[in-house]
C-alpha cells in the first residue's frame, strides 16, 4: 500500500497525519468520514473508553493536515471489500466503542472493514523497536 496526496474516492481508506502518529478513516464524502474515534489530540484522548466509531467531515477528520489516500496494489485490490460494501459496513459500526490504542484502533478498525483483517502497521512497529531495544540491553 503507497499513500497519495489525491482527491480522495467514495470508499478509500485515508490517513492524516497528527504529530507522530497517523490518523485513519474511511472516505464517503467531504461531508462524511467514518473512523474510530477524532483525531489523537490530547484532547480527544483523555477518555479513551469514551472513543467510539464516528462520523464526521474531512475538515475535522484531517485537523488542517493534507489527507492522503490509500493507493492499492494489485493484490490488495483484490482482498478488498467493494466500497460500497466498505463504507455500508463502516456505516453499520458507527457507535461502536472498545478503542485501545495498541489493539483496537483507527488504522486496526479500517483494515478490518476494507480487508477483513485487524492490523495496524504503527503497532507492528511500536513492538518491533521495543524488542530491538530490549534484546540489546545489557544484562
Known sequence: ?????????????????????????IFVSED????????????????????????TNIDTFSCGNLV???????????RRKSPEKTVAEARARIGEVGYNIIHNNCEHFVNEIVFGEKVSQQERAVREKWQRFHSNKSP
Open 1 to 25: 500500500m503507497k499513500w497519495i496526496y489525491e482527491p480522495c474516492r467514495f470508499g478509500d481508506i485515508i490517513r492524516v497525519k497528527i504529530g507522530s502518529v497517523y490518523h485513519y478513516g
Open 68 to 78: 492522503a489516500a490509500a493507493q492499492l496494489s494489485f493484490a490488495e485490490k483484490r
Open 32 to 55: 462524511e468520514v467514518i473512523a474510530f474515534g477524532l483525531p489523537p489530540t490530547a484532547e480527544n484522548l483523555k477518555e479513551p473508553q469514551k472513543i467510539k466509531v464516528l462520523a
